[in-house]
């Protein structure tokens, strides 16, 4: 299995970004999939999640501002941020689950700014 991330950028504060998450040797339709981040000197935590049933699942901070999908034909996963706030400041990981093991993507940067 193997996830990479993509889409990282600087973003001012107020702005919007979508992140990619190209997986292989997992379907991502089949299986749980989801994005986490990790902020400088904080613990890594779950950002949005989606099932195989397409339920998804965000964290109160993000709620209304991004949006978890996938493209069954790219094999992909996205994340759509907008509304951007400096504290979204993070590196930014693809998570998948495959047979009970866990698989994440290098990380991507996310730095909102001005």
């Known amino acids: 299995v193997q996830l990479v991330e993509s889409g990282g950028d600087l973003v001012q504060p107020g702005g919007s970004l979508r992140l990619s998450c190209t997986a292989s040797?997992?379907?991502?339709?089949?299986?749980?999939m989801g994005w986490y981040r990790q902020a400088p000197g904080k613990q890594r935590e779950s950002v949005a999640t989606?099932?195989?049933?397409?339920?998804?699942n965000y964290a109160d901070s993000v709620k209304g501002r991004f949006t978890i999908s996938r493209d069954i034909v790219k094999n992909l996963v996205y994340l759509q941020m907008n509304s951007l706030k400096p504290e979204d400041t993070a590196v930014y990981y693809c998570?998948?689950?495959?047979?009970?093991?866990?698989?994440w993507g290098q990380g991507t940067q996310v730095t909102v700014s001005s």
């Open positions: 040797g997992i379907i991502v339709s089949r299986n749980a």
């Open positions: 989606i099932t195989s049933w397409s339920t998804t």
């Open positions: 998570w998948g689950t495959l047979q009970s093991d866990d698989y």
